[in-house]
């Protein structure tokens, strides 16, 4: 019992929430960070300080910021992580510095994300990140699992600045095509992406294309003050790609200066061929991954076994009935 005790008192130590104390060994190593949210990171931009020290003040905004220190004094390994509320999963935004990351350290701070947003309804852990990074097999090794890839391509800043006053698909989402975008969604989304990540819902966020009464695509669009983050969900059967494309770009409000990320997942990679022509730009290929947390409830009613209870056999009519007739 003293050991267990000793051990715990260990742990408590080395995982903790970040505070001033860390501010210095935050600053020193944010060039080092591994970012593991890309929509996040391309449409907010790179950490900062001060959302750092927000989040080790409060947790309510959703972001919680951890420290895992070595018993010998070895670099300390910093993560955040994101939960918004009202959400299954929290998306892992970094991890710093990259040297340190390492089985040990990352299930460590793994367990003190898990303490904080399981209670708050969070059923599993996302990321996304290059597959030749050094943390991809780490990240394996500690339960996660890849469920997707995908690749981020920017458009060109150019491309949809002219005004179209022609009629046009597209429009914004309104809550009268939500079973239209779920049916397509069902339809073109593989059935394991559908385990980890839920079809739309309202209030939704962005635009959808109809053609003949039909859906038959649907962009969902975050915004930031650093970019504009796209996912699209076209259907195979989309005629005129290249002009429905062309006229998205046109479409999409609020823009100004922002540059446009299209984030088009593996299951939809012939959507890369008509992004090439645009003219835009891709990334690296990524792995999406998840991270099921398992949570341990009590039975709320007992199973009654009546055999075994009141150890009376239940009396029953025989299979075969071997009485010799003669």
């Not at 959400?87 to 892992?92: F, G, Q, S, V």
Request: aromatic share 10%; net charge neutral.
């Amino acid at each position: 019992m003293p050991f267990l005790l000793r051990h715990k008192q260990l742990v408590e130590m080395a995982i903790r929430p970040f505070d001033w104390r860390d501010l210095f060994t935050f600053h020193r190593w944010r060039g080092e960070c591994l970012y593991l949210h890309s929509a996040w990171t391309l449409t907010r931009g790179p950490l900062s300080v001060p959302g750092v020290m927000l989040s080790g003040l409060t947790s309510i905004g959703g972001l919680i910021t951890a420290v895992y220190q070595t018993e010998n004094g070895g670099l300390p390994l910093i993560g955040q992580v994101m939960q918004l509320e009202g959400t299954p999963w929290a998306h892992l935004l970094f991890l710093t510095p990259q040297q340190a990351i390492n089985i040990t350290s990352l299930a460590g701070i793994h367990e003190h994300f898990a303490n904080v947003v399981t209670p708050r309804g969070a059923l599993r852990f996302l990321a996304d990140l290059d597959e030749q990074s050094h943390a991809y097999e780490v990240l394996r090794q500690v339960g996660y699992v890849t469920y997707a890839r995908q690749r981020i391509w920017r458009l060109p800043q150019s491309i949809g600045r002219e005004t179209n006053k022609q009629h046009t698909g597209w429009r914004i989402a309104e809550e009268e095509d939500l079973l239209a975008i779920r049916s397509l969604y069902h339809s073109v989304v593989p059935p394991l992406v559908q385990q980890v990540e839920p079809a739309p819902a309202v209030p939704l966020r962005g635009l959808v294309y109809r053609a003949d009464h039909t859906v038959l695509a649907y962009v969902e669009i975050r915004y930031g003050q650093r970019g504009i983050w796209i996912q699209p969900l076209f259907h195979p059967d989309l005629p005129n790609l290249r002009a429905v494309w062309s006229d998205l770009t046109r479409q999409i409000p609020y823009r100004f200066a922002r540059p446009i990320y299209v984030c088009v997942r593996s299951y939809q990679a012939w959507l890369e061929t008509i992004l090439e022509s645009l003219g835009a730009e891709a990334g690296p290929h990524q792995a999406v991954m998840v991270k099921h947390l398992s949570v341990t409830r009590r039975a709320v009613q007992s199973l009654a076994l009546p055999l075994l209870e009141s150890g009376q056999p239940e009396i029953s009519a025989p299979f075969v009935n071997m009485e010799n007739p003669r």
